[in-house]
C-alpha cells in the first residue's frame, strides 16, 4: 500500500496536481469503476464502510480525494450500485487522472 502511495503522488506530481490537493488522500482498491464515481470492490462493503467512518471520524471531507488506481480496462460505462456504496471522486490510470465531481 505503501509503495502504491508512493508511486500515485509521484505521478500526481509530474503532473502538476499535487499541490492543489488537501493533505489526505483515501485510496480504495477497485474491481471495476465507472465515469460517475461509483466504484465495485472485492465485496462486502468493507471500502463502503471505511468511507463511512473515516467522514463520521471527521479523518477525511466530503473535499478528500477518494482515489482508486486502475487499468483503463477496468473503467466501464456503468457499475450496478447499491443503497450502502460511496462513490470515489478520482480515477488514476497509468495514463490519466479524472476527476469526478
Known amino acids: 500500500m505503501k509503495r502504491r502511495l508512493q508511486r500515485l503522488k509521484a505521478h500526481l506530481n509530474s503532473v502538476n496536481q499535487l ?3 488537501p ?3 483515501s485510496p480504495k482498491g477497485s474491481v471495476a469503476v465507472d465515469r460517475f464515481g461509483n466504484r465495485l470492490g472485492k465485496g462486502g462493503g468493507y471500502g463502503d464502510m471505511e468511507i463511512k ?3 463520521y471520524e471527521k479523518s477525511i471531507s466530503h473535499d478528500t480525494p477518494i482515489v482508486t488506481t486502475v487499468h483503463e480496462l477496468q473503467i466501464i460505462e456503468s ?3 447499491e443503497v450502502h456504496d460511496q462513490k470515489i ?5 497509468p495514463k490519466e487522472i479524472t ?3
Open 89 to 93: 471522486n478520482m480515477i488514476v490510470t
Open 53 to 55: 467512518h473515516l467522514l
Open 23 to 25: 493533505k489526505w488522500i
Open 99 to 101: 476527476r469526478i465531481n
Open 79 to 81: 457499475v450496478p450500485i
Open 19 to 21: 499541490k492543489s490537493f
